[in-house]
């Protein structure tokens, strides 16, 4: 693997629906800034467009990248592949938000003292391990895909980015239109085969922590994102 940075990539790119097909065609081509880590099979990229506050993608490299996940991940082996490789990725979030966050974290203070040098560990004794980051992590496809190419979105739960701009950017990881990726293979009768006909996206929009509700008003959702978006840093 080749690692890469966590700068921030901005979101004002226009990619065009088969624009992550560059990222795994030739990721060297790409900043440390945009690429995470790329092997043999996969590519994990910075999301252009983040919809939290860590947002990454794993972009598979196999002949079946062009299907729809739902039908792709029929294929067990890949679907195992791709497991394999967006958990290895689901780690590195993790880390990253420890590295953000973890001072602020009330359940990282004894593993933050530790590591500042404020108390010192017994012989023998290990360091506290603190919060566990990987459970804040969400992995998982939509049901109708914005992209032409397979990819796997990675991120953090808080759901807090300033491109986050809409209703339909929301609900798009916060309702059934968001399959987590431990739910495949899909059942045949499985309702998230058919987003549409589901109307997740148009869904009234609900607080993710909270579950409180704020009808269609995004604006009101974003001020509460933000004061939950502080709580959740602190748990």
Same mark, same amino acid.
């Given at each position: 693997?080749?690692?890469?940075?966590?700068?921030?990539?901005?979101?004002?790119?226009?990619?065009?629906?088969?624009?992550?097909?560059?990222?795994?065609?030739?990721?060297?081509?790409?900043?440390?800034?945009?690429?995470?880590?790329?092997?043999?099979?996969?590519?994990?990229?910075?999301?252009?467009?983040?919809?939290?506050?860590?947002?990454?993608?794993?972009?598979?490299?196999?002949?079946?990248?062009?299907?729809?996940?739902i039908d792709a991940f029929e294929d067990?082996?890949?679907?195992?592949?791709?497991? /394999? =490789?967006? %958990?290895? !990725?689901?780690?590195?979030?993790?880390? &990253?938000?420890?590295?953000?966050? *973890?001072?602020?974290?009330?359940?990282?203070?004894?593993?933050?003292?530790?590591?500042?040098?404020?108390?010192?560990? /017994? =012989?023998? %004794?290990? !360091?506290?391990?603190?919060?566990?980051? &990987?459970?804040?992590?969400?992995? *998982?496809?939509?049901?109708?895909?914005?992209?032409?190419?397979?990819?796997?979105?990675?991120?953090?739960?808080?759901?807090?980015?300033?491109?986050?701009?809409?209703?339909?950017?929301?609900?798009?990881?916060?309702?059934?239109?968001?399959?987590?990726?431990?739910?495949?293979?899909?059942?045949?009768?499985?309702?998230?085969?058919?987003?549409?006909?589901?109307?997740?996206?148009?869904?009234?929009?609900?607080?993710?922590?909270?579950?409180?509700?704020?009808?269609?008003?995004?604006?009101?959702?974003?001020?509460?994102?933000?004061?939950?978006?502080?709580?959740?840093?602190?748990?």
């Amino acid at each position: 693997d080749r690692g890469g940075d966590w700068s921030s990539d901005v979101c004002s790119s226009d990619l065009g629906r088969r624009g992550l097909g560059a990222y795994t065609h030739n990721p060297s081509a790409f900043p440390p800034s945009s690429v995470i880590f790329y092997n043999d099979f996969a590519v994990a990229v910075n999301d252009l467009y983040p919809k939290s506050s860590v947002h990454t993608l794993l972009l598979p490299r196999s002949e079946l990248n062009l299907l729809h996940p739902i039908d792709a991940f029929e294929d067990a082996a890949f679907l195992a592949a791709t497991v /394999a =490789e967006s %958990e290895k !990725l689901q780690t590195l979030v993790a880390k &990253e938000l420890r590295r953000r966050y *973890g001072k602020l974290s009330k359940l990282d203070q004894a593993r933050e003292r530790v590591l500042n040098g404020e108390v010192e560990l /017994a =012989e023998g %004794e290990e !360091l506290p391990k603190g919060r566990d980051w &990987e459970s804040e992590v969400m992995m *998982g496809i939509h049901a109708h895909p914005s992209m032409s190419h397979l990819h796997v979105h990675v991120l953090s739960v808080d759901r807090y980015s300033e491109c986050s701009k809409n209703r339909a950017h929301y609900n798009s990881f916060t309702t059934p239109f968001f399959i987590p990726l431990d739910a495949f293979p899909l059942g045949k009768d499985d309702p998230r085969r058919d987003p549409g006909e589901e109307g997740y996206l148009s869904r009234d929009l609900k607080c993710w922590r909270c579950d409180a509700g704020f009808g269609r008003s995004f604006a009101r959702l974003k001020e509460h994102l933000a004061v939950e978006f502080e709580a959740w840093k602190r748990i």
